[in-house]
């Protein structure tokens, strides 16, 4: 026999075996069929061990497992080990004690003697540790006040008194015809009297050093923190607003009632809410509030106001904003907080005068769009990175200033701001090292998707690299930092424990083996990370799955991530787990599959993440129709045999895709789908859309339903009934208007006891046998 005939049969035999190798019955039992990875890595108080969450054994759920030198291999832990190795430790500077709260008790721990001392505890309990300035001293919270424990003295002091409710005033009896004749009569009436004034005089002139109450009333107390000595405390008083929120049918129950849970919030101008800044001075024992409104920018108007004519009227005011909680430097000398707008474009960093009441503004930040990106959270009341370095007067942030985002340093003496990173990656995450005077960054460095690792030291502005192979590295310092806990992973393999020196460009010893038989007996793809221009010229990263040429069946899906702003053509094991294993059955099958991170994912910058502002559904869904013609252009797929799908914004951009561009798919899976933005939550459709009061075109152009009657193709939607994310309601109302514009082929199918998160096998299996049906009936040519 010819040998080459040979050669080909043997190959088709091995294609033909591979592709019946992954059964969607075992792979869409996700970790089950994987192997459970471990999470949640962290070190013991005395860089001893290392603890992690692990289900090596398939049971019901993980137990705690731990590994120190010299292990073969790790081991479970007690029940009580575990809990103890899952409190959260403050370290005292000056002596080798930590302390903790558990049950709402407070502790100390002798890390030396491994000797545990209860320090306080009644029936309410305490939270919020913070170590005070001078030697043995602490501050928590209990029953929403501050309390400052003295290790020195043995005693626990409460320094504030806030109290909900209003000051009950008494209003003294009034005088009537009869109490006027008693005191006329009887001189027993008037010494009673005259003795009750003196003894109220001489209570007065004794002054209690307990803190006078402060009350408030119609608002939420909250953001409660001491400065380090103890002399200032400062809270947030929030408007209390009676808001109607969406509610869920839940039908599969356990007595056989319905039941109608509150979901959340639908987004709206009117959850917009008044906030105060307060302090309370210790010393004079009283409560005053800052006024802010000389923050720069604080009345400018957000650009989209000049597209109608009612905005544009609208007379200059206030922004609402959210103050947060300081952050001291070791004395306390300097307070600095992070201020937000409530409709998030504007970010600023301000120096507190607690005894004043006042503040000297550092940095204002804008974002036409909205602020966000990493170390810098995208909601109005999150904070970002922000700290103190060693020498008390030099604080470190991030700033998306240049387009992506960077950590600066600025000195609060000379007032001079220094940028420490720069290039066109991201400062992922910041640890400040022991010595205050040098970081360990994770970034992007050398490719935008990978998470590497490195040490910088502010004095020279160098990374060192670490850690920078291809993939991602999640560090944990050991208490010394001498040693590296890593959780590392790769395109095909999941995430696993590692040890390492903390030296430059050290080497992974891996600790924890956790992936099944079942799962490394199917040779999984590396997804090759390719770009391609968009039609604006922008660059766009999508992951690539190519079947063999002898293979290939001319046909593509594209499969559109979650989230919006997600990562998930990245180096390492994504979060899709079933999907990464579906998307190798497909090209199994012959199929070419294109995973892009279309415009507002994660990992690209700033201009990248804002490209959706006011049009989702605009270049998101138009990176879908470049990445089709990408796939056209050079892998000769046929351009009538491609579909597309996606969960949650994914299951969205489908929904776009067929609706906006039908000509361009044949078909289209859609899970869980938004599809009227002005019924999805506040923060996050906010930022991208504005609000549907202010900005109803951006609504109108973004949502699905609006686009209904330009629906052509073949549709599936999926959709969980007991969804609080993107409630069941969306699919419903859009199905309502598919039916009455008298649409064809598109399907419903529904999953009863499914929230957005499925978490049952069978409803995976079921919802991904129906939409590998509906790509095999519409892309394959019969």
């Not at 705690?64 to 292990?71: P, Q, S």
């Not at 942030?397 to 940028?419: C, D, P, V, W």
């Not at 279309?598 to 006011?614: E, H, L, N, V």
């Not at 999805?680 to 109108?700: R, S």
């Amino acid at each position: 026999m010819n040998k080459f005939i040979v050669v080909l049969i043997c190959f088709f035999v091995a294609t033909v075996s591979q592709s019946q190798s992954l059964k969607l019955e075992d792979i869409m039992k996700g970790d089950t069929f994987i192997g459970v990875q471990p999470e949640n890595p962290r070190w013991s108080v005395d860089g001893k061990k290392i603890y992690f969450e692990w289900n090596p054994n398939k049971e019901l759920g993980s137990s705690t497992y731990f590994w120190e030198k010299g292990f073969d291999k790790p081991q479970q832990v007690s029940a009580t080990e575990a809990s103890f190795s899952k409190l959260n430790f403050l370290k005292s500077t000056s002596s080798d004690l930590v302390y903790y709260t558990s049950n709402g008790a407070l502790f100390s721990y002798a890390v030396k003697s491994k000797t545990t001392k209860k320090i306080y505890q009644n029936s309410n309990s305490v939270s919020n540790l913070q170590l005070g300035f001078e030697d043995g001293t602490l501050f928590f919270q209990q029953n929403g006040n501050l309390f400052k424990y003295n290790s020195n003295e043995g005693s626990i002091v409460q320094t504030t008194n806030f109290k909900q409710g209003k000051k009950l005033e008494i209003v003294p009896d009034k005088d009537t015809f009869l109490s006027i004749q008693q005191k006329e009569l009887f001189q027993f009436i008037r010494d009673q009297e005259a003795n009750k004034k003196w003894n109220e005089e001489k209570s007065k002139a004794i002054k209690s050093n307990f803190p006078e109450p402060f009350y408030y009333d119609k608002n939420n107390f909250g953001s409660l923190k001491s400065s380090p000595k103890g002399d200032f405390a400062t809270f947030n008083l929030t408007e209390i607003k009676e808001n109607r929120n969406e509610k869920m049918e839940v039908f599969i129950t356990a007595d056989g009632y319905n039941k109608s849970p509150d979901t959340k919030d639908k987004v709206s101008e009117n959850n917009l809410i008044a906030t105060k800044f307060g302090i309370y001075n210790a010393v004079k024992d009283s409560v005053y509030f800052v006024n802010f409104s000389t923050l720069s920018h604080i009345q400018d108007k957000p650009s989209y106001f000049e597209l109608y004519e009612n905005l544009k009227s609208r007379p200059k005011t206030d922004k609402l904003i959210v103050v947060n909680a300081p952050i001291y430097n070791q004395d306390g000398t300097y307070a600095i907080s992070e201020i937000r707008s409530q409709d998030n474009k504007d970010r600023w960093l301000v120096r507190l005068n607690l005894d004043k009441g006042t503040f000297e503004e550092i940095e204002h930040q804008h974002d036409e769009a909205w602020i966000g990106g990493p170390g810098i959270p995208a909601y109005s009341f999150g904070t970002g990175t922000l700290g103190f370095l060693g020498d008390n007067e030099t604080i470190y942030f991030q700033s998306e200033a240049t387009g992506f985002s960077h950590l600066y340093t600025f000195n609060l003496r000379s007032k001079k701001k220094i940028q420490l990173t720069n290039g066109n990656w991201e400062v992922r995450s910041v640890i400040l090292a022991n010595d205050k005077k040098s970081f360990y960054l994770t970034t992007n460095t050398t490719h935008p998707g990978n998470r590497n690792f490195y040490k910088l030291n502010v004095s020279d502005g160098i990374l060192q690299p670490i850690l920078t192979n291809d993939g991602a590295h999640e560090v944990s310092l050991s208490p010394d930092e001498s040693t590296l806990l890593v959780r590392y992973s790769f395109k095909n393999k999941p995430w696993e424990l590692y040890l390492a020196d903390n030296i430059k460009n050290t080497s992974l010893s891996q600790i924890t083996y956790s992936t099944t038989n079942e799962f490394n007996a199917y040779p999984w793809r590396k997804p090759e990370v390719i770009t391609f221009k968009a039609q604006d010229g922008t660059t766009v990263h999508a992951r690539l799955y190519k079947p063999e040429i002898t293979n290939t069946n001319k046909a593509a899906i594209l499969f559109v991530h979650g989230a919006g702003y997600l990562q998930n053509a990245h180096n390492y094991w994504s979060a899709y787990i079933r999907e990464y294993m579906f998307h190798n059955l497909l090209t199994d099958l012959g199929y070419t599959v294109l995973d892009i991170d279309y415009r507002a994912s994660d990992g690209y910058g700033r201009d990248f993440r804002t490209g959706i502002y006011r049009f989702m559904g605009g270049k998101d869904l138009t990176d879908q129709i470049d990445g089709k013609k990408y796939l056209v252009d050079n892998y000769g797929i046929d351009a009538n045999r491609v579909g597309i799908y996606g969960g949650s914004y994914g299951g969205f951009i489908t929904l776009m895709s067929l609706f906006t561009a039908p000509k361009e798919f044949v078909s289209g899976a859609a899970i869980r789908s938004v599809t009227d933005w002005a019924h999805y939550n506040h923060g996050y459709t906010g930022n991208i859309l504005n609000f549907p009061e202010t900005d109803p075109e951006a609504y109108k152009k973004s949502s699905p339903i609006y686009f209904a009657n330009k629906f052509e193709g073949n549709l599936l939607m999926l959709h969980g009934m007991v969804d609080n994310n993107v409630e069941y309601k969306d699919v419903v109302r859009l199905s309502q208007r598919l039916i009455e514009l008298g649409k064809k082929n598109w399907n419903l199918a529904i999953f009863p006891v499914e929230a957005h998160a499925f978490t049952e096998t069978y409803s995976w299996v079921d919802e991904y046998g129906r939409i590998l049906n509906l790509f095999n009936a519409t892309l394959l040519k019969k």
